[in-house]
């Protein structure tokens, strides 16, 4: 028995077998081992794109006033832009819209859309800005929010950039408060007070 198993290679590697035995032990681990560096490329890399569409750029501006939410539409194969899509968080349909297919189609005209119950005629999207921006003037304090910007070019995939829009918006008048709890209005005398007591 033991002439058998040491002439056909069913003898361990390590535990002294023969050649033909490491050899299709060997043969067996290597593209395993292949196999699992591939694994963990692609895990890798799948994560690092998830960080990167992940990332969310926050712009800030006061209420009546003008912000510029920007959008890279540049590609790793310099492809070029045939549609951009802008969505808020809360909304599955696009609230604005550039269409270089519709450009060309009629000489440059109506390839901007806005969403009348977004942005309305208060946005305007730059094309030719690098990064691209999506210019919106007399902010008001709804718009603040999550806004997605979608590229999709004629061969690279689809990308997707995130913006975060923080309005701020001002008081609109002053409120104060005694220490019984209760509003003081302006006409009345507001103390006194003594003096290095915060409370």
């Known amino acids: 028995m033991l002439g058998e198993s040491w002439r056909y290679g069913y003898q ?5 077998g023969t050649a033909a035995g490491s050899l299709k032990f060997s043969g067996f681990l290597i593209p395993t081992f292949r196999t699992l560096q591939l ?3 692609l895990i890798l890399v799948l994560a690092s ?4 569409e992940e990332t969310i750029y926050v712009v800030s501006s006061i209420e009546g006033g003008s912000v510029e939410l920007p959008c890279d539409v540049t590609s790793s194969m310099n492809d070029s832009v045939y549609l951009v899509l802008w969505y808020r968080k809360d909304s599955a349909t696009p609230i604005y819209s550039y269409d270089s297919r519709r450009s060309r189609d009629n000489n440059g005209g109506n390839s ?3 969403e009348p119950q977004a942005f309305g005629s208060r946005a305007h999207y730059n094309i030719s800005r690098r990064p691209t921006v999506l210019s919106v003037r007399d902010l ?7 806004y997605t910007c979608r590229v999709d ?4 995939p689809t990308v997707y950039h995130h913006v975060k829009l923080d309005v701020k918006v001002p008081p609109t008048g002053l409120l104060i ?3 019984r709890g209760r509003e003081i209005k302006s006409d009345q005398p507001v103390g006194p007070f003594k003096e290095n007591i915060s409370n």
């Open 177 to 179: 408060i005694g220490d």
């Open 112 to 114: 901007l859309w806005s």
């Open 153 to 156: 070019f004629t061969q690279s």
């Open 49 to 52: 794109s998830n960080t990167l």
């Open 140 to 146: 008001r304090g709804s718009d603040s929010g999550t």
């Open 39 to 41: 694994q963990i490329f």
């Open 12 to 16: 361990i590697p390590w535990a002294g």
